[in-house]
Each structure stands twice: as structure tokens, then as C-alpha cells.
């Protein structure tokens, strides 16, 4: 199945696998644009918007019953796209918001929360969304249902949850005027400890993020 025929008549818009192809190919297609960097104003309320609707398609692969491949072994796709680019792209982009603190399993008790980067997780999502978007397109729509919901469940559902967590952190300091503290230097090489992440945020992210809002900066 071509980019041609991606979304071709003849495919039913009310098909399970057709709409969760849409959401997926929508955000693919939405997280590239933004990282060109043409409207930095608005590209964290737009990612925002991008991620909560993609997390709808994961849930929906959530609650759907186990997805059987019809092939036992998953064909060969070569080698994976390059998203170096992109990463470094969405990093300058959404600096310095970009780190966050993140609990890698809130079931697990006495876990320190650890530094995360939303360009690293934007762009994890990206590749398991890509590769199960090359399956679609081959017309191995099964294969591309599965991985999808498998990689949901291991990886890119919950590291979309926790990029979503952090982009929402950041525009409600902005919608409520509560500026975030300096970051002091802490990256995501760095141990946290019982510490808690913050930002460097304060007058760029009023002046960059809030604008845009129609929100003023604080006093």
C-alpha cells in the first residue's frame, strides 16, 4: 500500500484499522512540521494537542482485544529512518523546557523521579509509529495493528503519557502565571536523587509559550 493509497475510497473511514492509521499518520506528519522550527511560538501547545490525540488512538489499542499478526514472523523492513535530525530539531526547539522530571512506573514504590528529555521521547514515539506505519503501507495491516499495540503496551504509550504530562505541566504554568523555577544546570546525564527536576524557564517561556496564549508575562 502506497502513500498514494494510504487513504484511498475504497477503504471503509469507519474500519478500526483505517482510523487508528489516520490518528498515527496525522501525528507523524504534525511532529515533523512543528520540528522545522517554522512557529516556535506555538509549538508546545500544538504538541500538546498532537500527543493527547495520538494517546486517544492508544487507548483505543489499549482496550482492544489482543491483535493477532497473520504472519508468524514479522517481515524484514531494513534498516530504520535516521531521527538524529529530528531529536536535535525538536531539543533546540523546545529548549530549555525540553527536560522534565519523570516516575518511570508509578506502581513501583520508592522510585526516584529521573531526568527525561520530551525531544528523546517524541522521537521514540516517532520510530515505533514509523515502523509500524511501513507494515500499513505494505498492506500488512495485522502486522501493522500489532506492533502498534504491542510497542503501545512496551514502550510509546507510556513514554507519549509522560511527554504529555510534561507538555501540559508547562502550558498550565503559563495559563496560571506561575513561572517555573531555574534548572541550575541539571541534565539528563545527571542522577537526581530525592530532588525534583525544574525547569529554566521564567521570562522565555512567558515570552516564547504565553504570547501566543494571549497571556502576560509575570511581574
Known amino acids: 500500500m502506497s502513500d498514494a493509497t494510504l487513504h484511498a475510497t475504497h477503504q471503509n473511514p469507519d474500519d478500526f484499522a483505517v482510523q487508528i492509521a489516520d490518528q498515527i499518520e496525522s501525528f507523524l506528519v504534525a511532529v515533523t512540521e512543528v520540528a522545522k522550527g517554522d512557529e516556535p511560538d506555538s509549538a508546545v501547545p500544538f504538541l500538546l494537542l498532537e500527543v493527547s490525540q495520538l494517546l486517544l488512538a492508544g487507548g483505543r489499542l489499549g482496550a482492544h482485544e489482543d491483535i493477532v499478526p497473520d504472519e508468524r514472523y514479522e517481515p524484514d523492513l531494513g534498516p530504520e529512518a535516521d531521527v538524529d535530525q529530528l531529536r536535535e530539531n525538536l531539543a533546540r526547539l523546545l529548549d530549555p523546557i525540553d527536560v522534565y522530571s519523570e516516575v518511570f512506573d508509578p506502581y513501583e514504590p520508592r522510585k526516584a523521579p529521573v531526568p527525561a528529555r520530551i525531544s528523546d521521547d517524541l522521537t521514540d514515539v516517532i520510530t515505533d509509529l ?42 498550565a504554568h503559563v495559563r496560571l502565571n506561575q513561572p517555573l523555577a531555574e534548572l541550575d544546570g541539571l541534565d539528563t546525564d545527571q542522577g537526581m536523587g530525592d530532588d525534583t527536576l525544574e525547569f529554566e524557564a521564567g521570562k522565555v517561556m512567558a515570552e516564547e509559550i504565553g504570547a501566543p496564549l494571549g497571556i502576560r508575562p509575570a511581574l
Open 130 to 171: 514509523r515502523h509500524g506505519m511501513a507494515h500499513y503501507r505494505a498492506g500488512r495491516t495485522s502486522e501493522a495493528l500489532w506492533w502498534w499495540q504491542f510497542s503501545y503496551f512496551s514502550n510509546w504509550g507510556s513514554t507519549a503519557s509522560a511527554a504529555l504530562r510534561a507538555l501540559q505541566s508547562v502550558v
